[in-house]
């Protein structure tokens, strides 16, 4: 059972470096989306594809922030300029096109500025 | 705005109590989806059950059982016979649809202990 999987699960970067992470969705999916996890909070929307093209974007996603989902298929999110107040778990979900799909969610990728 | 409170912050039980996580949530559509996920200390946000706003029958699913009242705008989530395996962080969220993109509003999220 292939799920969402991202990578790196961990990342530690200094303030001012920028960092890209990878989500590879469930293959048949072609929604896929990014959400941002703070200490103790729940999950936040960020940002939201349907096959190649970026539908929605969060008033999170500073311009600091670029996701891209190239020919529809794995995506990225780089955060430039990493600032400490980006520490936080990415999280990247997919779905069926559909009101009722459910998002299945991959285990995210912890970045800690330092 | 959607809005989902999660009151309980932390719960913990002694295995083999019922325990139940509390749900309101705000919204001003008629139409919305409401979904429990479960995030175990792996990270991952484990879908457990999808509840759309015109069916307010309640669902059992094992030891997983949902109470839906529209009237209170709760979605509550029982666990019964409670395990040690139950310990996670469980996030209740309300569906927003905005450009097509099923946005999901997450609240804080109920830490549950189960203590062996």
């Known amino acids: 059972d292939t799920g969402v999987s991202q990578n790196p699960r961990h990342k530690i970067t200094k303030r001012g470096q920028n960092v890209t992470f990878r989500c590879d969705p469930i293959?048949?999916?072609?929604?896929l989306y990014w959400y941002r996890q703070t200490l103790g909070q729940g999950p936040e929307f960020l940002t939201y594809?349907?096959?190649?093209?970026?539908?929605?974007k969060s008033r999170l996603l500073s311009d600091r922030f670029s996701a891209e989902r190239p020919k529809g298929s794995f995506s990225t999110l780089e955060i430039q300029r990493t600032e400490q107040g980006d520490s936080a778990m990415y999280l990247c979900a997919s779905s069926l096109q559909g009101r009722n799909s459910p998002l299945h969610f991959g285990n995210g990728t912890r970045l800690t500025v330092t | 705005a959607q809005k989902v409170t999660q009151a309980q912050t932390e719960i913990s039980v002694v295995e083999k109590e019922d325990v139940t996580l509390d749900c309101v949530y705000e919204?001003?559509?008629?139409?919305?989806?409401l979904f429990w996920y479960k995030q175990p200390p792996s990270g991952e946000l484990v879908f457990l059950i999808r509840?759309?706003?015109?069916?307010?029958q309640n669902e059992i699913s094992g030891r997983y059982s949902w109470n839906f009242q529209k009237s209170t705008s709760s979605f509550n989530f029982t666990i019964t016979a409670s395990q040690v395996v139950d310990s996670a962080v469980y996030f209740c969220a309300l569906s927003e649809y905005v450009e097509g993109a099923q946005k999901l509003v997450f609240g804080q999220g109920t830490r549950l202990t189960i203590n062996p």
């Open positions: 919204t001003r559509d008629t139409t919305y989806y």
């Open positions: 293959s048949e999916h072609n929604r």
């Open positions: 594809f349907q096959n190649e093209a970026q539908l929605e």
């Open positions: 509840r759309n706003s015109f069916d307010e």
